[in-house]
């Protein structure tokens, strides 16, 4: 069974910087990916960036301004969200992929304008 706890949301304005951190804990071996998602209101989830074996993805809405990187050691991922819209603004879930998907609770984030 694997844990994940996101912290590092909140309330900024347009322009303003965010940094989310997702620690995992339980079983889990190996480098799996691990990444986020993100749900605004009235809207389905969205894939924001992952992190894997293979390499760094993000959504493209989101490339040159959020960078996703990996304490490998502390099994914590963070999403360093820089140049913040109104249209980031939702709950943001951190995910972990092994023998099946595992969810956080998801961290709020809201930019104000």
């Known amino acids: 069974q694997v844990q994940l706890v996101e912290s590092g949301g909140g309330l900024v304005q347009v322009g303003e910087s965010l940094r989310l951190s997702c620690a995992a804990s339980g079983s889990i071996v190996g480098l799996v990916p691990m990444g986020w998602y993100r749900q605004a209101p009235g809207k389905q989830r969205e894939f924001v960036a992952t992190l894997s074996s293979t390499g760094l993805f993000y959504e493209e809405s989101v490339k040159g301004r959020f960078t996703i990187s990996r304490d490998s050691a502390l099994n914590t991922v963070h999403l360093q969200m820089n140049s913040l819209q109104p249209e980031d603004t939702g709950v943001y879930y951190c995910?972990?992929?092994?023998?099946?998907?595992?969810w956080g609770q998801g961290t709020q984030v809201t930019v104000s304008s």
């Open positions: 995910y972990l992929q092994a023998s099946r998907t595992y």
